[in-house]
Antibody, heavy 120, light 110 residues
């Protein structure tokens, strides 16, 4: 059974860097075709795709946030880490990590999400 | 890469059918038959209801169906039930290993 869980700070100050960790089980990020993505949802607003990392360390980012995002993986720990620099109150959101289905283009398993508030 | 356009809200009575549209561009919805639809109950993880435009994952009711025409994808829920009340998001692959979501549609069961 595939599960994912997000962890990280619930509160960050403006201009700080956010680091979120996605810890997963039920699959290996060393298996060909596997990917883990990050998606966020500001309160009352829509889902927004942020980034994705593949088993082969290929990475992709939202064009609008690319300069602020870094996604990495630790295969031995079954973790994916997302960092976002220069946080702003508009970045307040629930951040989800999700498993990209093998040889497909959708997300079949999601974590419960973690709410990050940006405030001084 | 702009968000896909969805109606803000759609409503229907129990048993009725409703359709949610999702309009993109020739760079995303129009270029790929890779639209997925997610049901999102507040406070819960989103759940995929349709993938690759019209395919249903195992366990998803056949009351949910998807289609696409040009740059617009659609999700139809037939035999509307109270538990269908949720937010629904379309998502399209947009090339170069990127995705774009829609603005979301709140479905209300009257």
């Amino acid at each position: 059974q595939i599960t994912l869980k997000e962890s990280g700070p619930t509160l960050v100050k403006p201009t700080q860097t956010l680091t979120l960790t996605c810890t997963f089980s039920g699959f290996s990020l060393s298996t060909s075709g596997v990917g883990v993505g990050w998606i966020r949802q500001p309160p009352g607003k829509a889902l927004e795709w942020l980034a994705l990392i593949y088993w082969d360390d290929n990475k992709s980012y939202s064009p609008s946030l690319k300069s602020r995002l870094t996604i990495t993986k630790d295969t031995s720990k079954n973790q994916v880490v997302l960092t976002m620099t220069n946080m702003d109150p508009v970045d307040t959101a629930t951040y989800y990590c999700a498993h990209k289905v093998w040889q497909g283009y959708y997300f079949d398993y999601w974590g419960q999400g973690t709410l990050v508030t940006v405030s001084s | 890469q702009s968000a896909l356009t969805q109606p803000a809200s759609v409503s229907g009575s129990p048993g009725q059918s409703i359709t949610i549209s999702c309009t993109g561009t020739s760079s995303d919805v129009g270029s790929y038959n890779l639209v997925s639809w997610y049901q999102h109950h507040p406070g819960k993880a989103p759940k995929v209801m349709i993938y690759e435009g019209s395919k249903r994952p195992s366990g998803v009711s056949n009351r949910f169906s998807g289609s696409k025409s040009g740059n617009t994808a659609s999700l139809t829920i037939s035999g509307l039930q109270a538990d269908d009340e949720a937010d629904y998001y379309c998502c399209s692959y947009a090339g170069s290993i990127t995705w774009v979501f829609g603005g979301g549609t709140k479905v209300t069961v009257l």
